[in-house]
């Protein structure tokens, strides 16, 4: 090699090394600046939709009243089709939030850094996908007020939870993945919290966020204590990415019931929660970047990884369809064959079945391409096309094995009524609402975060322009 040839300045590709982030961001002094005033000057159509994500909360609590009023019998479940909508909403809001967690958490132990500008989206689309999913078990109950049966407190009658239910292992399962995603969150969001106060234009907004942020000081002392507990929260809410998911699949793999009764739900449950979150933090994140012009900042690299990463877990999806088909012809039950092999793709929710196929494993096939995985357009589109597909799937696991079990004369259709509508849309609007709100009131980049990884990306581009000097 030619002495001029190995003096050449090199060109950093983007497709293999870490991107230029920040390039254009100027000094972290501006960083800092550029990310705070998203947060002290709202857009001006911020307030519009907030307003119409609002009316579309309350539409909510009143189908929610509306139900508690006057039972249950106003939602479209019947015999045999026990668990409708209420709990298919619930499967995919659990699922939702379920990419926050992996973003956040196995990504942090895992060291990486391209996590670093969407994690507090990921983070925040957790709690509220959390809290959306628990409102319907408890409207489930159809006595909601007595909710805390399902916990084993101390009773003078000791009459003690059915613990072979499934309804008390989803209380235990949703209330420690909320409790651990809301540590987690809080404890990165502090040392932003620190930074609102410093410079927070009016004295009680200064107070609300001093009093949030704890007495944080930015010392060294600080900092290390911070990167311990941030380390072990991490540490503790990766395995949640697994279990919580696999005990909302063991609410149907218990059940002696055709199309329920299989062991791989867990993992299969699992892989669809990671799929249909890491679309939903895809559906967000993209408006939001374009809205608020941090294209700098969420780079197109981001855009490419999560376009892999839901690649690679649509193959999953798809691989776990066919093992479920493959298992029921090969079990030899003429029961299990039928409902997976018959009755799904051709009985009268076929047209479910093939959106299902169609959004879950047809869409992802565009990120082989990658033109594709870098157009902020395609993905969103793609990641809609996925939260469809994703819905449709609950669905088609939670009706269509209800509807037609083992005698004929037992089988019945399932039909949504307007309060089911009602109870779906509802939740979408409050979980938006729910977002606006954490954009307008919270730092959604993790500034801390980002400061960092611009620092340790220029003083590693040092020597190498000291070398082409």
Avoid at 141 to 159: A, D, E, H, V
Avoid at 165 to 194: E, H, K, N, Q, R
Avoid at 276 to 283: E, I, K, N, P, Y
Avoid at 295 to 317: C, F, N, P, Q, Y
């Amino acid at each position: 090699m030619s002495a001029a040839t190995s003096n050449a300045p090199r060109v950093r590709d983007d497709a293999d090394h870490e991107p230029p982030v920040l390039e254009h961001a100027g000094s972290l002094a501006d960083l800092t600046d550029e990310l705070l005033d998203k947060v002290v000057r709202p857009p001006r159509w911020m307030g519009p939709a907030l307003l119409v994500t609002f009316l579309g909360t309350l539409m909510l609590f009143a189908a929610i009243a509306y139900t508690v009023t006057t039972g249950i019998g106003v939602w479209g479940n019947n015999i045999p089709v026990a668990w409708a909508f209420g709990i298919t909403n619930f499967v995919w809001w659990i699922g939702i939030g379920h990419a926050g967690t992996f973003i956040s958490a196995f990504l942090l132990l895992l060291e990486q850094r391209w996590r670093a500008s969407i994690n507090r989206f990921a983070e925040a689309m957790t709690l509220f996908a959390v809290m959306q999913a628990a409102l319907f078990p408890l409207l489930h109950l159809g006595r909601p007020w007595f909710f805390y049966w399902l916990i084993p407190y101390p009773s003078t009658m000791k009459i003690w939870p059915q613990f072979r239910s499934a309804l008390t292992w989803d209380v235990a399962a949703v209330m420690t993945y909320f409790t651990v995603s809301l540590l987690f969150w809080y404890l990165g969001l502090v040392p932003d919290l620190a930074v609102m106060r410093d410079r927070a234009p009016g004295l009680l907004r200064r107070r609300v966020y001093a009093l949030f942020a704890l007495g944080w000081k930015g010392s060294v002392h600080d900092w290390h204590r911070w990167r311990i507990g941030y380390g072990l929260l991490g540490g503790i809410a990766t395995p949640l990415v697994v279990s919580v998911h696999s005990i909302v699949s063991s609410d149907f793999a218990i059940a002696n019931l055709p199309g329920w009764h299989s062991l791989i739900f867990p993992p299969y449950f699992v892989a669809g929660a990671i799929y249909s979150g890491f679309a939903m933090v895809l559906t967000l994140m993209i408006p939001a970047r374009r809205l608020y012009r941090i294209e700098h900042i969420i780079t197109t690299r981001h855009l490419d990884s999560m376009a892999k990463m839901l690649l690679v877990t649509g193959w999953i999806v798809l691989y776990s369809y066919a093992v479920e088909a493959w298992s029921a012809w090969y079990s030899g039950d003429r029961y299990e064959a039928y409902t997976n092999l018959v009755m799904r793709p051709f009985g009268p929710y076929a047209l479910v079945y093939w959106v299902v196929i169609t959004c879950n494993c047809v869409t992802p096939q565009l990120f082989w391409w990658r033109r594709a995985r870098r157009s902020a357009l395609a993905l969103w589109v793609a990641s809609l096309f996925i939260q469809v597909g994703m819905w449709a799937e609950r669905f088609m696991l939670i009706v269509t094995s209800q509807s037609r079990d083992f005698l004929p004369s037992s089988w019945g259709l399932y039909r949504p009524t307007s309060v089911d509508v009602a109870l779906l849309s509802g939740t979408v609007f409050f979980f938006l609402f729910l977002f606006l709100l954490f954009l307008r009131f919270v730092p959604f980049i993790p500034i801390a975060e980002v400061k960092e990884l611009k620092h340790g990306l220029e003083r590693e581009r040092e020597p190498e322009e000291q070398v082409h000097a």
